[in-house]
């Protein structure tokens, strides 16, 4: 463990300072991916309305950081506004502003 930073030129950065930063980043939007991807599948059955824009927000920060995930982040997406979409459709079934079964 190291306490003070290495002594470099403030213009320059070396490789391994670079391939220090990138994974972490990169794991933090993969699991954003997930996480959109979760919450939209658990929105279709409870909280959608809270879930599922949760999803949508979590999946385009995830696709906007280039996530390796990209898949699991437009499902998340998808599940998302399929969330405010049966939202929607059950509000207008029931004329209410939540539903119920």
């Given at each position: 463990m190291q306490l003070t930073a290495p002594a470099t030129s403030s213009n320059s950065t070396t490789?391994?300072?670079?391939?220090a930063?990138?994974?972490?980043g990169r794991?933090?939007?993969?699991g954003m991916a997930v996480a959109s991807f979760i919450l939209g599948l658990v929105g279709l059955?409870?909280?959608?309305?809270?879930l599922g824009p949760i999803?949508?927000?979590l999946a385009g920060a995830a696709l906007w950081?280039?996530?390796g995930r990209r898949g699991r982040a437009?499902?998340?997406l998808g599940l998302?506004?399929?969330d405010l979409l049966v939202l929607v459709a059950f509000m207008q079934l029931d004329s209410t502003v939540s539903w119920s079964f």
């Open positions: 490789a391994t300072d670079n391939a930063v990138k994974p972490t794991r933090d939007a993969d059955l409870v909280l959608n309305v809270f999803a949508i927000a950081r280039g996530t437009f499902l998340g998302g506004i399929a």
